[in-house]
């Protein structure tokens, strides 16, 4: 470790290797200039070149981009297409037996598809939605373990026009009901259980609670594959099995063709206030980004072995497991459990075992695997990787050397990819063949991505200076609009006082003279925990939901792997609790807002006071909060406190 240390203080620069340069999509800077210049002198030419290239179109476009209904742009829109068949079909005649999914569940045990197989798996799900009445423009919801049938129902879904809403496995009952009366659901598509590290969580018991909370009368139809002992309630007519599902259908199911514009998915995700926000994404727009992404910054080859390790729960399993590597015809790994499990070698020895060339993690996860076993990767031949791939959060300049020498045996270039939810696909990442690297910057905007950084009037700042993170043109896998809230939409990512016309990313970044990108954190109440974005809002009201609970704040404090921890600062209806006592509830409230929300949002620490600091208007003063959750002296100025007396009960963390 001593020697990445000493590295540290070095502003260290990786220029590709000339082999990879050689053998890349995108060769030498001036290639990369070159797009980026074509995509500024005109930036729908740009884009509709590429839509032509790389989408296959029942019926072709004519326009590229209608911006008169800004901020609610369209893109293509008068041509049409199916995001299924674009992933599907068209391999069928050039590469039909090539394996398009390795599945690897959490006991190691293996199962693969090739592209005929998932086509047919595809069009006899999307057959079986059919029977149940489902049709274009209905939601579904998708509660599922990581498995080849998680992906066969997205695909499925968009095969016959349905909008789906994946809703990660690990949501509370509560957080998938609000989701599904969020979206109108008229099907839930879910499993007997799910597993993880050897441990089992029953998906449907999940849904059964969530459905019974009432208002969801929408759902007529629960779909459950069996991964398990199939141990489930079955509420008949309106729960029917996969298996059964599809026994008598059809392999072939002619895909309904969409408009450019049609809603492909909602993905619910937080933001500043209580309510999480479905991100609506189109169906042409958005397949172009996770397309152009893949061939650009994943630099895919035909002989590439893909693992995007992501979740299909979250953004990231959308464009970089179910769409974008099928889509251009990659074999991928899909995996079903954890990094820890059996042992921090489990990464390594997959990629191993399946010959992975481009690997895509989180942060968070190679922060925990250098704590468990920093020599791990040394047990395992690693020799097949060609790409390692970062998603989520800022790396570390130590986590980024140690992914790049320790298990990319500094061969492999690392992609750090900046995105988000609403843009759907990679917006700051370098092209790994042409752009040199710096440990912690997630480097240049792709062709066609104009980023910026500005003050809160949207001036430009100068390089060196921090701001907002923005891009200040249209690009075409943008979100376009929240679910039934176009308002909050214009209001949230178009901010008037910006101009209204730059997306406002809600992160701080700063530029260098280079031009490169880091990106400092969150602007808005969003912490982000073990990579996942959660609004302290969300927590603040799970937590106000208790019954013993009067008043509460979160805030994120630094944590060496999880990024941030949460810590809550509450007050209870009844007397400050002491002792005993006060760890009792502190306990009991952690487990409440894992029931509420789900195990990412329990808080990591819980402190109570008499009440919270606060100004004289009334306001709470997040910033002192922060201070005192890092165990820091507080420096700034408390002379406007109505209390600053309660500062001192809210020091320590309860033990
Ligand atoms: C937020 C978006 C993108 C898929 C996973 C998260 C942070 C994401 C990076 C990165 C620094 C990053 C930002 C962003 N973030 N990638 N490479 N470097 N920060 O999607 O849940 O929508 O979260 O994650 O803060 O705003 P998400």
């Known amino acids: 470790m001593a020697t990445i240390k000493s590295i540290l203080h070095e502003t260290r620069i990786f220029p590709p290797d000339p082999a990879f340069v050689e053998q890349a999509n995108v060769s030498g800077m001036e290639t990369y200039h070159a797009l980026c210049a074509e995509a500024e002198k005109d930036l729908p030419a740009f884009w509709g070149r590429l839509a032509k290239e790389h989408i296959l179109w029942h019926k072709p476009f004519t326009r590229v981009l209608d911006e008169t209904n800004h901020p609610f742009l369209n893109w293509f829109d008068d041509g049409e297409l199916n995001v299924s068949f674009n992933c599907l079909d068209r391999h069928l005649d050039t590469q039909p037996d090539k394996t398009a999914i390795i599945f690897e569940a959490d006991d190691g045990a293996i199962t693969r598809s090739t592209y005929r197989e998932l086509h ?29 049938e998680a992906v066969v129902a997205m695909q499925g879904c ?14 509370s009952a509560k957080s ?17 259980e799910q597993r993880r590290g050897g441990k089992i969580n029953h998906l449907k018991a999940v849904v059964d609670d969530a459905i019974a909370r009432g208002g969801a009368d929408s759902v007529t139809s629960v779909v459950i594959y069996q991964r398990g002992a199939g141990n489930v309630q079955l509420h008949v007519p309106r729960d029917v099995w996969w298996h059964e599902l599809i026994k008598d259908q059809s392999d072939i199911c002619e895909p309904e063709w969409v408009n450019s514009e049609h ?19 189109s169906s042409a727009g958005y397949l172009l980004g ?21 979740d299909v729960g979250w953004v990231t399993g959308h464009s970089y497991v179910t769409y974008g590597p099928l889509a251009i015809g990659a074999t991928q790994v899909i995996f079903e459990g954890v990094p820890t499990y059996p042992d921090a070698g489990r990464f390594w020895k997959m990629i191993q075992d399946h010959q992975v060339t481009v690997f895509y993690t989180a942060p968070t996860a190679i922060r925990s695997l250098i704590k468990l076993g ?24 130590e986590a980024w050397i140690w992914y790049y020498t320790v298990v990319g045996q500094s061969r492999c270039p690392v992609v750090d990819t900046w995105w988000q939810t609403e843009t759907g696909s990679h917006m700051i990442a370098p092209l790994p063949g042409a752009v040199p690297l710096k440990p912690g910057s997630c480097t240049l905007p792709l062709p066609g991505i104009i980023a910026g950084i500005v003050d809160e009037a949207g001036h430009d700042i100068p390089d060196g200076k921090g701001g907002f993170l923005v891009i200040k043109r249209p690009f075409p896998s943008l979100a376009r609009t929240l679910w039934g809230e176009p308002e909050r939409f214009r209001k949230t990512y178009f901010p008037e006082e910006l101009g209204g016309k730059y997306y406002l990313a809600g992160d701080s970044a700063n530029r260098d003279a280079d031009g490169y990108f880091w990106i400092m954190g969150r602007v808005d109440d969003v912490l982000t925990v073990s990579g996942h974005r959660l609004g302290t809002m969300e927590i603040e009201s799970a937590l106000v939901a208790s019954p013993l609970v009067a008043e509460a704040a979160v805030v994120g404090k630094p944590d060496e792997i999880k990024t941030e921890a949460i810590v809550a600062f509450v007050v209870l209806k009844g007397s400050r609790p002491q002792g005993a006592n006060a760890h009792d509830i502190a306990v009991e409230l952690r487990n409440w807002v894992s029931t509420e929300i789900g195990p990412i949002a329990r808080p ?52």
Not at 120 to 147: E, T, W
Not at 158 to 171: D, E, K, L, M, Q
Not at 623 to 637: C, M, P, V, Y
Request: hydrophobic share 40%; aromatic share 8%; glycine share 10%.
């Open 176 to 192: 998938l009901h609000e989701r599904i009366l969020n979206a109108g659901a008229v099907a839930v598509i879910t499993a007997d």
């Open 374 to 397: 920093p020599d791990f990767p040394g047990k395992y031949d690693l020799s097949s990787l060609r790409l390692l791939g970062s998603v989520g959060e800022p790396i570390n300049p």
């Open 290 to 310: 996770a397309i152009t992404s893949m061939k650009w910054v994943f630099d895919y080859k035909p002989a590439d072995v893909f693992w995007c390790t992501a």
């Open 120 to 148: 047919h798996q595809v069009c006899q799900f999307a057959n079986g939605l059919k029977s149940l009445g489902i049709k274009k423009g209905d939601r579904v919801v998708i509660y599922m373990p990581m498995s080849i």
């Open 604 to 655: 990591d620490e819980i402190r109570f006071g008499d009440n919270l600091p606060k100004t004289r208007s009334g306001k709470i003063m997040r910033r002192l909060l922060r201070t005192l959750a890092k165990g820091e002296e507080i420096t700034q100025d408390t002379s406007t406190l109505e209390n600053p007396a309660i500062l001192e009960q809210l020091k320590h963390p309860i033990t």
């Open 158 to 171: 968009a095969r016959i026009g349905a909008t789906h809403s994946v809703v990660f496995g690990g949501f």
């Open 263 to 281: 809603p492909l998915f909602t993905l619910y995700t937080s933001g500043s206030t209580g309510r999480p926000k479905g991100v609506q994404h």
